[in-house]
């Protein structure tokens, strides 16, 4: 089962744990079941409030039933942010500039636009070719 089946599960009162087999109880995730629910605001206080003890997956399962809707709703599941991978030179050559570490460059590259970037690197000397590889991604 996946942790969608459960969240479904969850919502339907007639289904209780004793009907689970034994490889669907070890494969409920409180966890990510905890997870997605937090995304509706209805369920973030509970959610909040049962992260601070530690349930075992029964008890957790029994808990969220008791205090779910009988309608499942699917919540959109939020998805971190992407990370930018920048040339090791480009950093090399910004920390230098800027004497500050690789970790404070990246940052202020994130900061900068492409353009703005560009124009930083052509005040350092950058030859237009190295520019063009430096600013690959």
């Known amino acids: 089962m996946t942790p969608f089946d459960f969240l479904k599960l969850v919502h339907d009162k007639s289904t209780k744990w004793e009907h689970l087999n034994e490889d669907e109880q070890k494969s409920y995730n409180t966890f990510i079941i905890n997870k997605a629910l937090s995304f509706n605001s209805k369920y973030l206080d509970l959610i909040n409030n049962i992260q601070h003890y530690t349930p075992s997956s029964k008890e957790s399962f029994k808990y969220l039933q008791s205090v779910t809707d009988n309608k499942f709703k ?5 998805k971190g ?4 991978k ?6 090399s050559l910004v920390s230098d500039y800027l004497e500050c570490s690789n970790k404070q460059a990246e940052e202020y590259l994130n900061i ?6 560009k124009n930083l690197l052509e005040f350092l000397g950058i030859q237009q070719d190295t520019l063009k590889k430096l600013l690959k991604k």
């Open 74 to 78: 699917y919540n959109k599941w939020i």
């Open 81 to 84: 942010s992407k990370t930018v």
């Open 86 to 91: 920048y040339n090791k030179d480009l950093l």
């Open 112 to 117: 900068l636009s492409k353009k703005e970037t």
